[in-house]
């Protein structure tokens, strides 16, 4: 009878896990801007049905978007604020926080050339 012991390798202690609280709040709200967008797109197809069915006029189309611009531009700013916190912070996590920092970023430019352009267009 063979009673040999096998032991199992001895692993290192274990770093602490490190959190970036800031930089996944900057990625969680980057993502709830992701869906503001797909929702906004849903109405942007729908909307020839409901103009016609509530008989609107161009002009008050745009106030059915309004919502959506202020809601990003809201979470566009809160998401780009709170990951620059994170990524001036040494020894956290970047990931999450650039992707939140892009996101954040990507809609607030979408802001401004929107009003840019509608600036542009009611001017001329």
């Known amino acids: 009878m063979n009673t040999d012991i096998v ?3 001895v692993l290192p202690p274990s770093q602490p896990l490190i959190r970036n609280g800031f930089g996944r709040t900057a990625f969680v709200l980057g993502l709830i801007i992701v869906c503001v967008g797909v929702m906004q797109q849903l109405v942007a197809m729908m909307l020839p049905m409901i103009m ?18 202020l809601l990003d531009g809201i979470l566009g700013v809160l998401a780009v ?3 620059i916190i994170s990524l001036q912070r040494p ?17 607030l430019l979408n802001i401004v050339v929107s009003v840019v352009a509608f600036v542009a267009h009611h001017l001329s």
């Open 91 to 107: 020894g956290l996590p970047r990931g999450a926080a650039a992707a939140g920092t892009a996101l954040g970023g990507h809609v």
């Open 52 to 69: 016609q069915k509530f008989a609107l006029s161009v002009s008050s189309v745009s106030m059915i978007f309004t919502p959506f611009y």
């Open 7 to 9: 032991s199992s390798p």
């Open 81 to 83: 604020t709170f990951g």
